[in-house]
């Protein structure tokens, strides 16, 4: 038996085998290992109960879906120099390493002005087990992986694309495995099929033909897990909440109400904006949500409402049904009035959720409002990579239509007089 | 135990558990036996070798979702009388009771001028068990059914609705099994859903304003499943294959050039033109395929040739590799000669396929060109019912562009020629 | 793109995908395109209306799994040299090509004395396209094909292992494949993990020891399958009564009181006794269900009531609601009398069933009744290969057990006074 | 629309739809919420990555199987009154409400002599939310449901059998569950027909005859389930150093090495032994993943070092490859010799493993050595209730050879030389 073979069993690719022992030494550092303690999707659990899964798999997976389409592009004859295939292996298996507590909910929040891609460089540049593994399989490695990930690598096109494109490894393992968790089927799309209509033209990816509405299911796949689960209402409230509880907590801090004792040493590190990089590699959920906990105790009577909302979940409600795509902002003062009436304080208990705000994705033209964003190709009928949108109506339906949301989120006893007010 | 109670084990449904002694007694009946020996896609098994299965699963699925329906709607508070829920469950059950060998790959064909409909109603009201089990119900049940069926039912509209509408539980049903069998993901969508999110407002389904998605995820599985399964050009290509292996037989008949020793008894009938209801009823894919099998044998070497190609599945070949939007069809009549000077008959051997020519309707607006159809109906956000696709950009954008497809068949000897002549 | 690249969609194993042009050639031979109108489980669509599919899902699985378990054991470094690799796909794909209509229910029926491994051989080292393709790689390659598939083949026992023991890829697939039809979890295993704990010692396939639980659980799977589905008292009866039709016919046959106007030219050779390889290989369900259709209008009475039970699902109906695994015997002269007294010929409407009679073997250890099979080896903790059951008291418990089962069919007006008979 | 239905999106069963106000306010108690954060399976996500489910899904599916169970039992025709139904939905509901920080793993180990079923009973009968709420529907409520759980009910046997034995509805809902997220076929069986053939006499559920071979694969299921994933080797390894950080943490506390601002106010109070009901809701896997996490830091070098192999699961290695059934004992002492000349106490870094220490029972025959648990009827061929190992040589197998394992673990450094101690 091979003495390196380390074999994952995962729920959405079954077996996920691995021989390169520099791959799993990377899976075994102290970095990668921290995120089994990070959620994929925030705070999606709290809608969608079964979404309790970490980073971790994820990572894997997007690792194996590297595998297969670097397979099947060899099968087809497409040349791929060996040094670009190791990069773009670490690459897709490191893409989350720099994510912290709560990914995206919380990302931004906890260290202001740094995201998860910030991270992910000096971790992987750093002075980390991660860069030593690196380093020691090539002095090279470390930095044309960063260079992969924050899009100046100067190699091959096809590496890029495939870490990070608008049809990349990342996205296509996190539809299927966010799908499997949910228990929903609109994640869900024909990842066989779109891979081996996978093509190569001028090092970039391009689409097959024949692979246009395998494509057009992988994008409406995006499009359908965005607005029922990403962008759920009650899952946006509880993030936002969240982000409130922070903010309070860095409020209180900063006028030396809340101390190290109710909170682990390396997350009061980032309350008082402190992190580096040893800090920031210490801190996961966990401190989070012990920090949460603890705080459903403080004095502060704000700070223990909130925390103890979120622990609890009895959230803030959402005003809307279902989110409206435009609201009169200038009713915001009248809905504070309400609130604050009611003994709450709006800059708390007054939420306003834009979807606008994030970037979402499932696909955007060179055309639309997102226009940076390489765009998707695919062969013409005469062999030509055009833009995607050109040959599909439905990707340009969904593509040149950007849906926005907006949402409102207060106290139980005040949704009635809110709803009213904008009821107009 | 109950000593009426019928478990049937399904792929898609898992328990099928059947309870009216009159719904048991309808499918053990000769008529709805013979749907064990009718398959649900023609000859779309040629493609996707999975897709084996007939139409009496299916029908039993059809029944299936219509329960799960009502008992969502009811337990909702939106009534529905008893007479009319009986209705609603056998027209569910046999809606398909009409269907021939090879169900839409030879409708009208075998018994040109009668579709599938026109024999069911047949079926229903004729001399039959179904009648008689039907009858000994209610007199009045016949008739009732049938005019459901034939859109004549002046009952609560609902019925009608979900019997047979761009939402109803036929299509809810196939697009999951032929998706299972077929081994693809295009189909899948999420049922469960979908029927949470039925309302009824003045007799009419439709769908709460939070059921929008779900929806668009339906009608786009729809979509997927004609572009990469109903559609595929291999299939339409074999299925406009038997067609003429048809057609040369009934000219030979006509011309007292095959007989009734090459085929059964009753399909010689229809073969002739003859078809009564009882013919009818003996006629099933076996029929068909032993013919088929037996001419290959035939002295005339064109329903030989033919034959023999369908049989071993030396199919003529598409022109195209992905069907083209619109052709020269000038260039039809120098087709015919090269197809005619490499030996074959153009009659038989120069095949066009246009989508255009079958119902297919994954969705329709009613300004779209099919505009008869009845919407969809989504409530705004006022509670008013509204066409969906003014609802939805996804929506709009596959129900205003119709999609069509023309391909064209000959001989593996010509495709080069004739590929050339249209690349002009 | 590769030229000669075949892709086939398996609702079991997703893409097949094959490159050996000599293999996408036998898949398009007449004999190997014939299996797509042989159901794999003669008769089980009746009782599991799923389980519709033939046998040319299945063949392509088997070759598919074989291509899994080669690729594994080469990656773990065991040699297969070409020739045995080469021969071991052609054995996996074409291990069922000698099957007749209705596989094992009417197997040695049609031709008495003559099994599906009789006429596979005849296939491959005959006068067929199967064997020209097979020659035309290599004179030696029929004939080494054939002494695998009928055990006297003299290159690494390995081989022989994969394409025909108690572990071997046909089981692997059929399993799955029938689970998924019949819509049942019985027959769900472990199968990647399965094939991830194979070995070789000696050219034998044996487990690691690890491998032992997955291994009991694939043995469960048979054994489970084979009590829910395979020898499912319906089915079982289903498949009795077609045997009934058959041997009336053949009885008619011989007293010139039918003939050749009543079913297809090559069927009336078989019944006739007169197989040859061009006549069986023109023969398929499509012609037994043609015959047994038409056999319902035949003027013998028996004859046609058989045929109109088969056809209409009017069974025979079981004595008993479990099948007995010993009943008395001498009883069954009473029975038939009380058979005859109700007008029935109880020489066709009496029927006996005993699994003894199949060849059945979830797992035979090599001191069970049917010790000749070889068993299947796993590795001791000091890693020496030794029987299964020795290691597993599950195993040994399914293994040395041999069940068994009686059951007794009569027409429905029967049933009551036979169960009197044997309740006693 | 009902204004209470309340719909759960599950990954097993889809859709749980619940419309009884008290079992909606009862999943909304702080009480319930917390379970949440308790994992389901302590930590088997380190070998199976995908098992980072809570108890707070499983506890929605036993209700939900709690459903299905009652509903098929009442078509049958079988009674349960009123006060027994709802008893028995609020035990299913909350039959894991007592479980702590990850759940079996430190069972008992947090709070010695108190495990989860004690702390249940206190949450269902002290001064809590869930109390509240059962009691203000009936004060008999609390007191029956705790009846219930601990086997003291009084009531119809059926509720306490459904609730609680080895056919019962947590079983039933966790072996799927646990499939599903490790990514295993091992535990998936018929739930639906096992279901379909429970019956009750004498308000005992017993098994139909024809429901034996679903019975089979429902106890091999768990069979394998507990030697794939509840002991795998790596998981109880890794459970084992998490009890061993816990006894450390615990002997630095009673020696005050180790104080309040390691660790949550509420667990350092479970640490010092004093835990009571509020402490004892205070407290989940967050406060014992923050406190290892913080530990890997403290001076301790034995504490330090165990959490920091915990936290970034540099474990303890198995010395065995495979479990042993038995080990020489009296060779522990030359063990621990090893691992201290190595440099590590043995009390901490020689830990053993004895399958026999935990209570496993994939199913007990009353002969067994765990013969008090209630045995599983099944009805024989006259009708009657027999324990179902006699019915089935299968179950008898598994059930009357109680497999053991003994494992040891040791520092890497130590494996070699441990392992020749043992191979002697």
Redesign the interface.
């Known amino acids: 038996?091979?003495s390196v073979e380390r074999?994952?069993?995962?729920?959405?690719h079954?077996?996920i085998?691995l021989?390169d022992p520099m791959l799993i030494a990377l899976i075994?550092t102290?970095e990668f290992?921290r995120l089994?303690?990070i959620r994929q999707l925030g705070a999606s659990?709290?809608t969608?109960?079964?979404a309790?899964?970490?980073r971790?798999?994820h990572s894997?997976g997007v690792l194996w879906v590297m595998h297969k389409v670097i397979r099947r592009l060899k099968?087809?004859?497409i040349g791929i120099d060996p040094w670009s295939e190791q990069v773009a292996y670490v690459a897709a298996l490191l893409h989350d390493i720099g994510h912290g507590p709560f990914s995206h909910a919380l990302e931004e929040t906890l260290t202001p002005g740094r995201n998860h891609e910030d991270w992910g460089r000096r971790i992987i540049l750093g002075d980390t087990e991660v860069h030593r593994i690196l380093q020691e399989r090539d002095p090279e490695l470390p930095g044309a992986v960063a260079s992969v990930l924050d899009g100046t690598w100067s190699g091959p096109r096809l590496v890029r694309s495939l870490v990070s494109s608008q049809l990349d490894v990342d996205r296509m393992d996190y539809l299927l495995r966010d799908s499997?968790?949910?228990?929903?089927?609109?994640g869900?799309?024909?990842l066989?099929?779109l891979i081996?209509t996978l093509?190569v033209v001028d090092q970039e990816i391009v689409l097959?033909?024949?692979g246009i509405?395998?494509a057009?299911?992988y994008i409406?796949a995006r499009?359908?897990m965005y607005?029922?689960v990403y962008f759920h209402k009650t899952t946006r409230g509880q993030e936002l909440l969240l982000r409130q509880v922070w903010r309070r907590a860095v409020h209180l801090a900063e006028e030396r109400r809340l101390g190290e004792?109710w909170i682990?040493?390396h997350l009061y590190r980032l309350l008082r904006g402190e992190a580096d990089l040893t800090t920031y590699l210490?801190v996961?959920?966990?401190?989070v949500?012990?920090a949460v906990?603890?705080w459903t105790e403080h004095p502060d009577p704000i700070l223990s409402d909130l925390s103890r909302r979120y622990?609890?979940?009895a959230l803030l409600k959402s005003v809307f049904?279902?989110a409206?795509e435009e609201i009169d902002l200038s009713l915001l003062d009248e809905a504070a009035a309400v609130v604050r009436s009611a003994g709450w304080d709006p800059e708390y208990y007054l939420l306003v959720d834009r979807t606008k705000d994030v970037a979402y994705d499932y696909y955007t033209s060179p055309n639309g409002e997102e226009g940076r964003r390489k765009p998707i190709l695919a062969l013409d009928?005469f062999g030509r990579p055009q833009e995607i949108a050109t040959l599909s109506?439905?990707i340009?339906?969904?593509a040149t239509?950007r849906?926005v949301a907006v949402n409102i989120y207060v106290p139980a006893d005040c949704v009635g007089a809110v709803r009213r007010l904008f009821a107009g």
């Not at 074999?7 to 959405?12: E, G, H, L």
Request: aromatic share 14%; charged share 35%.
């Open positions: 038996m091979s074999a994952y069993r995962d729920p959405v079954d077996f085998t021989t075994d102290p290992q089994r303690r659990h709290g969608y109960h079964g309790e899964h970490s971790f798999g894997l099968n087809q004859g499997l968790y949910t228990g929903v089927t609109y869900v799309f024909d066989e099929r081996n093509w097959l033909r024949k509405v395998a057009e299911e409406l499009y359908f607005w029922q004792e682990s040493r210490r996961d959920d966990h401190d949500m012990a906990k603890a622990v609890d979940r049904r279902v409206h009928e109506h439905t340009a339906a969904v239509r849906r």
